[in-house]
């Protein structure tokens, strides 16, 4: 059961809260270390799934578990870009900039819900290959707007996650739209 791919996707909830503390004191050096705490969290998403089917140590806990933890991890580090703020004094995600990061958690609490309500009619929706590029996605944009708080003097680093998290935001209609289709040919 504590494989090592599940031990990974565990890390990625434990780390968690680590994020969310480092993302409450808006320093450059508190983005940096946030910024390479998030990518090997990140890399750790990738290599949980890699390992899990290399090894065949596939199982319904990780199957659980890993998109709980990119769920987890998406929305707090949304939550707290949008509540935290720069040096600057603005909010990292702000203005118009906060509809997509809306789309996205929205997205993910609708699909969750779906995904509850087709359990016990025994209907599974499978990841699909765009939606596992929407998280990537996701977590590269989130990644560029933590990044642009440790180096707040390259503009075009934070104006490079803003426009990556519309992108993200784009294919998580298009995710979310698919799964709510497949979804509504079992309800009533």
């Not at 996707?9 to 004191?25: D, M, Q, Y």
């Not at 779906?114 to 990841?127: D, G, K, T, Y």
């Not at 390259?154 to 426009?163: K, P, Q, S």
Request: charged share 15%; net charge positive.
């Amino acid at each position: 059961m504590l494989t090592l791919p599940n031990l990974l996707t565990l890390s990625r909830i434990l780390a968690v809260p680590i994020l969310v503390f480092l993302l409450w004191r808006p320093t450059p050096i508190d983005y940096a270390v946030t910024f390479v705490l998030y990518c090997v969290v990140g890399i750790t998403d990738y290599f949980d799934g890699y390992l899990a089917r290399a090894q065949g140590q596939i199982s319904r806990l990780g199957q659980f578990l890993d998109p709980i933890a990119d769920k987890i991890m998406i929305a707090a580090v949304i939550i707290m870009l949008v509540s935290s703020r720069k040096m600057s004094g603005e909010p990292v995600i702000h203005g118009l900039h906060i509809v997509p990061a809306l789309v996205i958690l929205l997205r993910e609490i609708i699909v969750s819900g779906l995904r509850e309500f087709l359990a016990p009619l025994q209907v599974s929706i499978p990841v699909s290959r765009l939606a596992k590029w929407k998280t990537t996605l996701q977590l590269l944009a989130l990644g560029a707007l933590i990044l642009g708080g440790a180096v707040p003097h390259i503009w075009w680093v934070h104006e490079t996650g803003l426009y990556s998290l519309w992108a993200a935001a784009a294919l998580t209609l298009i995710t979310g739209y698919d799964y709510l289709r497949i979804g509504i040919r079992h309800m009533d």
